[in-house]
Structures are given as C-alpha cells and as structure tokens.
C-alpha cells in the first residue's frame, strides 16, 4: 500500500479475518457418476470420490478508520484444499466492497492490493494454484453488503475481467504468480482430443459452489427432464453405434446379431421402454407421482425417496448407474414405496407385486443372454458395468471391482513444456495486461474482439441467424466417420466442457508454485535475469506482510474471538445485514453497520443487535 498512499494513511486500514473455520461440503452424484477423480500428486492410483471434502473456509474484512469509526469497506470470502488428487489450492469465493472508500483515487489500488496480499499468503504456504471465477453481480443484488451507495456502479463482465488482468499483471511483477491460463485449458483443452475414457471424464478440481458442478447437476436434471417428456410415437430416441452404423434406440432395424453389442445400460433401458412400461399394470410407474395434483398430503413423509420407471429409464440412457445393482436397487425401491403407501386391497399395491415379479422374470430372460446363469453366479451379474462404454460380449470378463472404477492412471499433463514454462513467465511479465488476456482466450482467438481487448464470443454467421444463441465450437472427438450425434458415456463431461469453453475468460487459474520452476535449464540469461529479479521482489514484497498461523493475514494485532460464527458463510453474513436493516448506503448507515457488525463479533453471546 505504500506505493500508493503515505504511512499515515495506510494506518487508517485495518484487516481483520473474522472466519477461520475447517468445513467441508458434499459431492453431487451427477459428478461422482459421470467424473472420474485424476491420479495423485504422488502418482499412485486416486480413490474413489470421497463423500465429503474437507476445506478450510477463511473471511476477511477490510476496515478504515473514518471519523474515529472502523467502517467496513471491503469483504473477501476464500477457501483453501488440500487435496490428495489435485493438490493444494485455493478458490477465491466472493468479494463485495462499498463505496465509502477515502481518498477514492486509491480505492482501486487498495482492494486489489488486498487480494493480492492474500495471494503471497497463500505461495508462502506451499498452495500451488489459486482459482478465479469472475462473476459480475446483477443490478440490485448483493453478495454481502446490504444496500450498496446509490452512485456506486456495479461492474459489468468486461470491466470486472479487466479488474482482474490488473491484479494478475502486479502479481505477477511481484513474483507471486507464475503462470495464468483458463480452467478451460487447464482441465478440458487437452483431453477433448483423447478419446481413452479416463481422460475424457477426469474430473476438475472440487470447490464449494464453483459454477462448473452447479452446471453438471443443472446439464443431467435437464436431460433427464427431456427423456421423461420424449414418448416412442414420435420415433425420438437416443442414438448409438453399433457395427459403424447409427441406429436409434428401440430401432426394429438393428441387426440381431448386433443388440448384444449394445452397452447394458441400454439394453436396460429398452427393457424398461419396450416391454416393462408398456405393459398394463404399469400405469401408475411411468412417472413421477404428482403428490399435489393427487391431493396425497402424506406422500412425501411417508415415502423418503420417490422414484419411477420413467426417472430409472432415464438414469439408464444417460448412464447414470455404475453398476447394475444401483438400477437393480431402483427398481426394486420404485414398488416398494408402491406398496408401503398403498394398503394390500388398492390396485397400486397389487400392481406393484405383480410387476415386480415380471420384471425379474423379463430381466433373467436378460441375463441369460448376458450368458449368466442362476445360482451361483446370481452375485457376479449384479457388479456388471453400466457406464455407456461397455459391451455386453464377453461381460463375464468384465465385471467390476472396487479397483476398476476408479483405475483412472492418467495424470493431466501440462499444456506448457519444460521448455516454455520459464518462457511463458518471461511474455506474462513483459506483456502485461494484454499478454494475459491471450494467454486466457488461448487457441480461441477468435473470442478477440478488433481492438485485442475486449474479449467476446464471436458468431460465424451471425447476419443469417442474429437471435441464435453465441457459442464456441467444440472441438470432436470423433472421427469423420462417426459425425452422427449419439449419446457416449462422457456425455456430460462434454457438455460442462462446452460451457466452460464459451465462459473461458472468466474462470483464472493462477499457478503460485510450479514444479517445472525450480528447473532452470537451457533458458536464456534475459528469462533468468526476469525470475531473479521477481524472486527478489516477491522475497521483500513478502518480508512487509504479517503473517500468523491460525489468521492468516492480520494488521496491528486486532483479531476476532473464535467463537463468532456470523461469518463463516456469506449468506449467514448477508442475512445479518437484512434481517436488521444493516445498510451501507449512506456513510452513516455504513458507521453503524460497522460497529454492529464488530460488537457481535467480539460478543457473539449478545443479543444486543438481535
């Protein structure tokens, strides 16, 4: 800060971290299911995705001192993983600011020297990525501070990008980031042109509400909600390979000889379609129960999980099972909530028995083609793989274990060589803002605009269709011979890919610590004068920042009781703020919203501002 404003001002701020709590957030099914966790760090083998990750969630505030009164200007919420697949990292949550900021031709300078701040923490640390999603907010929303200053201007994408170049650019002059691409060519770029599976659905790293597993849950609850809605009559149906030829699903026209070829998931999903939900007893299966519109008050505190034909039929063409106990458990949970809700004399309850039983008759048919027999092998046909890239020839030789679902021995390599690893500092650190906006669009240039600024997504034709929705190419993984559109097991992989892809400017991951630095070989003496010049401006720019084990950073020794809860989630923070009317859109609301906010967090057992 003191390149920007005298000692005596720079005495008028005061950062607290308020938060320093070990939390954890659970993974959703749709990536469990459809995302396969990456190798270790170390190079063994990952394990299975766990239930829970475990982070350590970190808040703080930004204080002047304006009039005698600490009023809180600026809020930045973090996370910090230290993951056995990905690394450590760190995921800069939320940021919020209100514009009471004095003098206000350093506000800029000030917020941004704070995260940046935040960052030489974080390499000091031993964290070897850091991840920004920018994310501008909407007109009248808040993240954290209720009611913002009228005159306060709320960022649009383009500004808020460029925001974050200028953060990037000084942190990278100060030696704290060596590298900055998107989460897009981080993760997605290189494995679009792969085809093994493992790679293809290796997963990215897990944060707590990152956009990309927002965007995996609402991608797989939409297409499931295109399948319910698809009927046979109009011959709409999911597509798949079979001998190099395209056939629909439920065609008459594949060869018979061809349909034990079909993955088991789909030939349980034709089971379902064809011969189990046609059949007359099924009436009351094919969809899900409308609990209202049947007037069923008690439904859903009787039945905990809901589930119909139409859903597990669904799960199947989508590959959402891994195995065929998952359908087979489904299956069996879809009439039993028949029967437990509906007494023994109700034509539901007696329905659901007799449907049971010829669906395990319809489905022994099934596994006798599988050339499973009964008895002994009754547990082996259970464990058969349901992902979309499995055949059902030789599935005997196929069965699943615990070692095979998660055998994924792929570690992502670096899109950068040895070679340009050093390089690439060299052009961020001499080309500043504009080298790292390329850096960004990567091979994607055409995400240029004229003037090499500002970045949008271009249409090719955009005279002959101008409402069509912009999108970005994807680049195929198949070959010329197979262009015909069909469903594979990497389905969504593909799909979050797509998006990421169309908003790869707004997602940064900046490399703190890289492996490949430490090997200075074959570089010229003007890349290694650029690493030792910023080696030593990052030692002494990290010789003037206090740092503390438990806190994080700290200024004047001012730190927060551990027993205050009220920040640990920016919700909880903002609901605080609503519930009391804790404004900040005057200077005085701010002054009072301030010290409320700081007497609740030094007396978290007072009611008083409650």
């Known amino acids: 800060m003191m390149d920007f404003m005298s000692k005596a001002d720079a005495e008028q701020f005061t950062v607290r971290v308020t938060s320093n709590l070990d939390t954890k957030f659970s993974v959703p099914d749709e990536v469990k299911r459809h995302f396969i966790l990456p190798s270790r760090v170390d190079g063994s083998i990952s394990a299975q995705f766990p239930k829970i990750v475990p982070y350590t969630s970190k808040t703080m505030l930004l204080f002047q001192t304006i009039d005698g009164v600490d009023v809180c200007l600026f809020c930045m919420f973090v996370q910090e993983f230290d993951s056995l697949t990905h690394g450590k990292r760190v995921y800069i949550a939320y940021l919020d600011s209100a514009d009471h900021f004095r003098p206000r ?163 349980c999903a034709d089971l379902l379609h064809d011969i189990i939900m046609p059949h007359p007893l099924a009436f009351a299966f094919r969809r899900p129960v409308n609990a209202a519109a049947l007037n069923l008050k008690d439904y859903h505190n009787i039945i905990a999980k809901p589930i119909d034909l139409g859903t597990i039929h669904a799960y199947c063409t989508m590959g959402h099972y891994s195995v065929l106990d998952e359908m087979l458990e489904d299956v069996d949970l879809c009439f039993r909530n028949a029967v437990r809700y509906n007494p023994p004399n109700n034509v539901v309850h007696q329905a659901a028995v007799k449907l049971r039983d010829f669906f395990c008759s319809e489905m022994g048919k099934l596994m006798q083609q599988w050339g499973f027999a009964s008895g002994h092998e009754s547990d082996d046909y259970g464990r058969v793989y349901m992902r979309l890239d499995s055949f059902s020839s030789c599935l005997k030789e196929r069965i699943s274990t615990k070692d095979d679902k998660t055998s994924a021995s792929y570690v992502k390599t670096k899109l950068s060589s040895e070679m340009n690893c050093h390089n690439r500092f060299a052009y961020l650190y001499k080309g500043g803002t504009e080298a790292i906006a390329c850096s960004m669009v990567g091979k994607d240039v055409n995400m240029f605009d004229s003037k090499h600024l500002s970045l949008k997504c271009v249409a090719p034709n955009k005279k002959k269709n101008p409402k069509k929705k912009l999108k970005c190419e994807t680049a195929s993984i198949l070959s010329s011979s197979q262009n015909d559109s069909f469903r594979n097991y990497a389905w969504l992989w593909h799909e979050v890919a797509d998006t990421t892809r169309n908003m790869r400017t707004d997602f940064f991951v900046c490399t703190l610590n890289a492996q490949s630095s430490k090997n200075k070989k074959d570089i010229s003496d003007e890349t290694s004068k650029i690493w030792t010049d910023a080696y030593e401006t990052y030692k002494e720019y990290i010789g003037s920042i206090q740092n503390d084990d438990t806190t994080g950073l700290r200024c004047k020794g001012r730190t927060i009781g551990s027993s205050s809860r009220l920040t640990d989630v920016r919700s909880s923070l903002l609901d605080f703020f609503q519930h009391h009317s804790y404004q900040f859109d005057s200077l005085r609301n701010a002054k009072h919203s301030s010290t409320m906010l700081l007497y609740n967090l030094h007396n978290p057992d007072s009611k008083i501002g409650w």
């Open 105 to 267: 031709h350093v506000r800029t300078h000030c917020y941004q020297e704070m995260l940046i701040s935040y960052l030489a923490y974080a390499k000091t640390k031993g964290f070897t990525h850091a991840h920004i999603w920018s994310c501008p907010p909407i007109r009248g929303n808040s993240f954290v501070f209720w009611c913002h200053p009228a005159q306060q201007r709320t960022p649009t994408k383009d500004m808020l990008i460029k925001w974050y170049h200028n953060i990037i650019n000084r942190a990278i002059k100060l030696g704290i980031v060596e590298d900055v691409k998107s989460l897009y060519e981080e993760c997605f770029e290189d494995a679009m042109e792969n085809i093994d599976g493992d790679i293809l659905t290796t997963c990215p790293p897990l944060f707590d509400g990152d956009h990309w597993i927002d965007e995996a849950v609402r991608l797989n609850q939409a297409a499931i909600a295109r399948l319910l809605k698809a009927s046979k009559a109009n011959g709409s149906g999911e597509k798949f390979l079979v001998d190099g030829r395209t056939y629909v699903q439920s065609d008459a026209n594949i060869p018979s000889d061809s349909i034990l070829r079909l993955p088991p998931t789909i030939q």
